[in-house]
């Protein structure tokens, strides 16, 4: 899956997990800042994205880092993809 379809996997998993539109996300939208999500909202948002990416995530693996914006975890998802 290339970068921009992994934005749009992303906002389509946002559009169902918080049930609302976000209209249009750019790389630095800010999850928790300027999408108000909780530590419960983002691991809901990441079993959403292992079935639209089809990609296994291993919640040690993950950092604080990887939900600072859309750009960080479209990062964190194209690793992923690699190393499947």
Known sequence: MNRPDLIKA???????????EYGELTE?????EDLHLD??????????????????????SLDMDTFRTVGTLADYLEAKQEVA
């Open 10 to 20: 992303i906002a389509v998993s946002l559009a169902e997990v918080m049930q609302r």
């Open 28 to 32: 630095e939208t800010r999850l928790f």
């Open 39 to 60: 530590s419960t909202s983002i691991l809901t948002l990441l079993m959403a994205l292992e079935d639209e990416v089809g990609i296994d995530v291993d919640p040690e």
